[in-house]
């Protein structure tokens, strides 16, 4: 049994339509696949009829982009009701703020000599409802100024870049809130990730957040080192969080992030589902719940 519950489709930053990722999950032998494109639900009716088709259980979600005490953290959002206002208007905040953040960030490369346009970028991002720094990225290596997003990021897009802007971002506390009401479960996506020490979301800050309704944190992840791994796997253990893996996947977006390359333990999907379904019946909305093969 394969679960992985975290991948992006070309609505935000990946690279495959959300049909052809479904199917090449089914290619990896992925039972059970997440559908997460950062800040948007443009992707699931398409998932939902691939995943008919292939045979592969489907969990809806969103990838929110949350900050918590001035640091940027990411929350996985499963199975909420995607038309409960107070979501959806934070969902268009954050879309909003990126599609602004565009053309700053463009005079920022302009300054530095690198002329592209808003239609460069456009051309690039297809499909996407979460136009991103992947997708300046990937302008950068049309023209030939980068070799790859790795090094975009690394050269100008990163948060220490010459290009980097900042967006709005959800408070996290509150969208924990927001997501439990909406009838979903939420994980926070890689916490432990790139950091020299855990911020906020050490054990303190991960108990205040599950007193808010923060379901689990997800473990293996590829931006965890194995030392990391058994250090938050223990602390969820202690706290009563239960624990995910995923591959983070973004088709050619990304590489080492191969569907299935990191996955979720049975017994933890249960438990994801189950805070789902009671999060559904208490709110009284009506949750897209798991979408079985
Ligand atoms: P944005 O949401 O526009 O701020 O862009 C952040 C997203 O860019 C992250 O969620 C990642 O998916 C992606 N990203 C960050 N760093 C890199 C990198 N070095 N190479 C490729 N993609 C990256
Ligand atoms: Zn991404
Ligand atoms: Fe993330
Ligand atoms: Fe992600």
Redesign the pocket.
Known sequence: MLIDLHTHSDRS?GTESPAVLVRRAREHAVDVLGLTD?DTTEGWQEAAEAAEAYGVALVRGIEV?CTFRGAGV?LLAYLPDPTYTPLAEELQLILDG?NARLPATLDRLRGLGVDIDVDDVRRVSGETAAM???HV?DALVERGVVAD??EA??TFL?PQGPAYVG?YAADLETMVGVVADAGGASVLAHPWARRHDHGALDESGLAGLQALGLAGVEVDHQDHSPLVRERLRALADRLGLLVTGSSDH?GA??VGHELGCNTTAPDQLDRLLDVAARAAAASGRTAPGLLRA
């Open positions: 930053d950062h982009s990411h990126r991103g720094r992947p990225a997003r790795n990021f690394a990163g967006r973004h977006g990304k």
